[in-house]
């Protein structure tokens, strides 16, 4: 019996998926409406004073131009230099005009009022992006504590000292000397460029001892769990080390020119960010720490299109950037910046429409400037961007265009993060 060739050929092709015949459809372009940032204040001196930081080191600590604490020259030059970059990229996009001043309500901006360098960081970011134009940088007075940024000092995000202890320990994995014993040899090279040995506050009594001796105490703070010990004081260390580097410091002034290359720097950096995952990002803290922002950021996220504003920035500290990391459940690594929460770093909320059918996105972003931009104070334009990474939402994937997920999903996200005894609205 033979097969008849056209028929055979008919039914080859029909058992052939559809798929293998065309391509699948292309994404659709969304289109940028609006963009919120969270971002951490700019480059500050050592929030310890001489007579403090003497005691870390049988060396002299480096002289700074600025008190302790301080949004240094550097630091707002570094921020101007961003929010220059953030004017050219958002123009290109469509969000911000190309010259002259942004429109009335296009910009808008809230500073956390907890030290003097976050508005001024915000201010130096405005004069960058816009120049000339008379933005000036929002925030409460300084007389209150700032219910938005705050709202755990504020009081009305309590921590239950139980839970938040339970939350760092989870984090560190059971036990925070196991934590420290994670980074020990870089305790130890710490140690080394320190010179120094403590007598108090090490293990089983056995002093002197190094920061990799030292015991690692978990305490109730006013604004949550403190930690005191090896790991505190070995991530103080290696992110003044940082500083000195991003300010463009001497290399005699950046640990006493043991660790002067971006290398050398990324070798000292582990315990800077296991201090981050263990206080600022856990679920539990994090939520009280970022419920009442992220809700703002949401509210922004949700405005009407009539609003003007374009461009909604909120300034605060690595608090609030790990935070949101801890809220959402998202880890990163920046390339070129050991530092998981750097100064500038910025994470943007990109609210985009899909023409076909006017449903609303959000894609998320890290922007940052890398180590060697920030100790060269490097330009920053189209061939030279600071660095980026995206940030894939967690739960997304299947609705995802382009890393970007629908408002809906992110909103139910994070209000399944959010704690809920934080008040939805201010007062």
Known sequence: MS???VLLLAVLLAAIPLSAHSEAEPAPALVLEKSVLLMRH???????????????????????????????????????TLGGWYRLHYADLGLLPADGCPAKGSVVNWSDNAAARIPLSAQALLDGLAP???LKAA????TAVDLLFNPVGAGTCPIKAGLAAKAVRKAAGGDLDDAAASIRPVLRRLQEILRVRSLVGCADGASPCGLDGQINILSDGPDGPKLDGGITRAATVSENFLFAYMDGRPDSEIAWGDATTPEALAELSPPRNLFLKLLRKPPYLAARHMTTLGRAVLA???AAAANPARL????????HVAGMSGLLGIDWTLPGQPDEAPPGATIAFERLRNPANGQTYVRLKLYYQTLVQMRENAVLDREHPPGEVRLPIPGCEAEAIDDACPLPMLRARLEQAFAPECPIRLQ
């Open 3 to 5: 097969l008849n060739p």
């Open 42 to 80: 700019g480059v500050r001196s050592p929030n310890q004073t001489p007579e403090q930081l003497a005691k870390s080191s049988t060396r002299p600590w480096p002289a700074w131009p600025v008190g302790p604490g301080l949004l240094t020259e550097r630091g707002s030059a570094l921020l101007q």
């Open 132 to 134: 000339g134009c008379g």
């Open 139 to 142: 925030f409460a007075p300084q």
């Open 300 to 302: 922004e996220l949700d």
């Open 312 to 319: 909604v920035i909120f300034m605060g500290r690595d608090q």
